[in-house]
């Protein structure tokens, strides 16, 4: 297939200066155009490396051995200017990303854009457009640090989306949001049309709703990859991931689709239902 | 291209203050020309009149907490510098009164006094500033004033960086306490809570501003497009920067003067 409409990652392995074992090994992966991909694992199994990666950050931003290569829809991190223009990256510690210099929601918005070199109404027309997606039109006007950790989180999001990126690159975004904002975030997140979506998430509850796949991390490597059906159908005990909930409970019922899989998602265990009765 | 940062904001059109139409190198350059005013005379009468001004000023533009802890520990030091000047200023002769058998002198207290009113001059106009201006205001107009992003950043970077570490050290010193291993009773105990801190608060600041650079870069903070935001429209910016850098001048030379001719 046409590598100008995949991501590509082939034989990744990245190492931070001073440590001995790599945090990423031989990762190997493809996404096609548009997909949302999930990614998961424990702690230190190398998931915000993953992003890091993709994201330029390694070895752009910050050193890093790195072997193997990488190109999103046939660009590679070389080429920074237009790397960097088509990612929207959210990273682990939102506050972090606010620029501290702006007076109001609205300004930290407009960042991106004014870096990016937009027309004023279109800035303008953007920063209402992503303040309404991520639920914070009125909060415009507040200054960023008023804001709760869940709503410096979605802002975080929203100077993230509205430069249009081709990629959004998400390092676990909704740690800090209550359930009605996740739930809100996983919602819009559904609704993403051509955008290429890789989020780094524990709500697997969640992620099994909206995801085309679930790449799974362990000790660096990607020991699984796959529709979430298929890749929470196969777990391995020693990758300790807990099964979505509808999965644990049609297990327990032992509800399985016509294919001999256990639903993990609400449209599956409803078709499962259905067939039961 | 231009952009309108109030387009940006999505501010309504609203009326601005008085203070809001002044720049801020003006406001700069009044503190300048307010603490050569203070430090060119040593009349007492005069340093008054600049407080009294600098006091209406603050008064008529806004006041916050930040101001009153500003104003109480520069009258802390103010007080301490009276004690300690009116009991051992070195040209001290002439006893102004006693308390407890102890003698506090003329020469010693007019000195502090003349002190203490060139630093609430400084703090007050300095406040002005402060309460008046934002870091984004400022960034604006230096970067339209053509300061390319980055100096502007670094510049202001110094405008977040200290609150920050006061934050973080607030932070440490809560979880210390909330595990009985900072009671900070007495000043003492507080002084010495400082120190311990001092080395995690250093770090973690070096880690918060290392993230925030990585996402400024992430998010195109040297993109080369990168439009100049249109700051507020000031009045009578121009004239007014000619004629309190030309004071400026005057009394720097003035001071100079009268050096040179021992007045």
Same mark, same amino acid.
């Given at each position: 297939m046409d590598e100008d409409k995949r991501i590509v990652v082939d034989n990744l392995t990245s190492r931070y200066p001073g440590t001995t074992q790599p945090q990423l090994r031989g990762i190997n992966a493809?996404?096609?155009?548009?997909?949302?991909?999930? /990614? /998961?694992?424990?702690?230190?199994?190398?998931? &915000?490396?993953?992003?890091?990666? @993709?994201?330029?950050?390694?070895?752009?931003?910050?050193?890093?051995?790195?072997?193997?290569?990488?190109?999103?829809? %046939?660009?590679?991190?070389?080429?920074?200017?237009?790397?960097?223009?088509?990612?929207?990256?959210?990273?682990?510690?939102?506050?972090g990303q606010l620029s501290g210099l702006s007076d109001t929601v609205a300004d930290e918005i407009a960042f991106d854009l004014i870096?990016?070199? @937009?027309?004023?109404?279109?800035?303008?027309?953007?920063?209402?457009?992503?303040? +309404?997606?991520?639920?914070?039109?009125? !909060?415009? #006007?507040?200054?960023?640090?008023?804001?709760?950790? %869940?709503?410096? !989180?979605?802002?975080?999001?929203?100077?993230?989306?509205?430069? #249009?990126?081709?990629?959004?690159?998400?390092?676990?975004p909704t740690s800090e949001m209550d359930p009605l904002g996740r739930r809100q975030f996983f919602h819009w997140l559904a609704g993403v049309k051509d955008t290429t979506v890789l989020i780094v998430t524990s709500e697997i509850d969640d992620l099994c709703e909206i995801a085309d796949s679930v790449w799974v991390m362990h000790d660096g490597q990607l020991v699984s990859k796959g529709?979430?059906?298929?890749?929470?159908?196969?777990?391995?005990?020693?990758?300790?991931?807990?099964?979505?909930?509808?999965?644990?409970?049609?297990?327990?019922?032992?509800?399985? *689709? +016509?294919?001999?899989?256990?639903? $993990?998602?609400?449209?599956?265990?409803?078709?499962?239902?259905?067939?039961h009765n | 291209m231009m952009t309108d940062q109030t387009l940006i904001s999505g501010t309504p059109q609203v009326k601005r203050k008085w203070y809001q139409v002044i720049d801020p190198i003006t406001k700069l350059l009044f503190i300048l020309d307010m603490t050569l005013l203070s430090?060119? &005379?040593?009349?007492?009468?005069?340093?008054?009149?600049?407080?009294?001004?600098?006091?209406?000023?603050?008064?008529?533009?806004?006041?916050?907490?930040?101001?009153f802890k500003a104003l109480g520990f520069s009258l802390f030091l103010i007080v301490t510098m009276l004690i300690i000047q009116g009991l051992f200023y070195s040209h001290n002769q002439t006893v102004l009164f006693s308390v407890l058998g102890i003698s506090f002198y003329?020469?010693?207290?007019?000195?502090?006094?003349?002190? %203490?009113?060139?630093?609430? $001059?400084?703090? @007050?106009?300095?406040g002005f500033f402060m309460v008046t201006t934002s870091i984004s205001e400022n960034a604006a107009y230096l970067e339209q004033s053509g300061l390319s992003y980055k100096t502007v950043y670094v510049l202001m970077s110094v405008c977040?960086?200290?609150?920050? *570490?006061?934050?973080? *050290?607030?932070?440490? !010193?809560?979880?210390?306490? $909330?595990?009985?291993?900072?009671?900070?009773?007495?000043?003492? !105990?507080?002084?010495?809570?400082?120190?311990?801190?001092?080395?995690?608060?250093?770090?973690?600041?070096?880690?918060?501003?290392?993230?925030?650079?990585? &996402?400024?870069?992430?998010?195109?903070?040297?993109?080369?497009?990168?439009?100049?935001?249109?700051?507020?429209q000031y009045h009578l910016s121009r004239m007014l920067h000619i004629s309190l850098t030309g004071l400026a001048i005057l009394l720097i030379g003035w001071k100079i003067w009268t050096k040179i001719n021992g007045l």
């Open positions: 493809e996404v096609q155009a548009g997909q949302v991909v999930g /990614i /998961i694992g424990n702690s230190h199994s190398g998931k &915000s490396t993953l992003c890091r990666v @993709l994201a330029g950050v390694i070895s752009k931003i910050v050193s890093a051995e790195v072997e193997g290569q990488w190109r999103l829809f %046939g660009r590679r991190v070389d080429d920074w200017p237009a790397y960097n223009a088509m990612t929207g990256v959210v990273l682990q510690n939102p506050a870096n990016q070199g @937009l027309a004023e109404n279109l800035i303008q027309k953007r920063i209402e457009k992503v303040a +309404a997606q991520m639920g914070l039109s009125a !909060q415009l #006007h507040l200054h960023p640090e008023s804001l709760s950790g %869940g709503q410096i !989180q979605r802002l975080a999001i929203a100077t993230a989306i509205a430069t #249009h990126p081709t990629v959004l690159i998400l390092d676990d529709t979430p059906g298929d890749v929470f159908n196969h777990l391995a005990t020693d990758w300790q991931i807990p099964a979505p909930t509808i999965t644990q409970l049609a297990q327990k019922m032992n509800w399985r *689709m +016509a294919d001999g899989q256990y639903p $993990v998602n609400a449209a599956e265990l409803k078709e499962v239902r259905y067939a | 430090f060119a &005379s040593p009349n007492l009468l005069l340093q008054v009149g600049l407080i009294l001004v600098a006091t209406l000023l603050l008064l008529f533009s806004k006041l916050n907490s930040t101001t003329k020469e010693g207290l007019i000195y502090a006094t003349m002190l %203490g009113c060139r630093v609430l $001059v400084i703090i @007050l106009t300095s977040y960086i200290l609150p920050e *570490m006061m934050r973080n *050290m607030r932070k440490i !010193q809560q979880a210390q306490k $909330v595990r009985g291993t900072n009671p900070q009773k007495t000043l003492i !105990q507080k002084l010495k809570s400082v120190l311990p801190v001092l080395i995690p608060l250093v770090i973690k600041t070096l880690d918060q501003s290392m993230a925030r650079s990585i &996402s400024l870069q992430l998010r195109g903070f040297d993109n080369p497009n990168r439009t100049v935001k249109t700051s507020q």
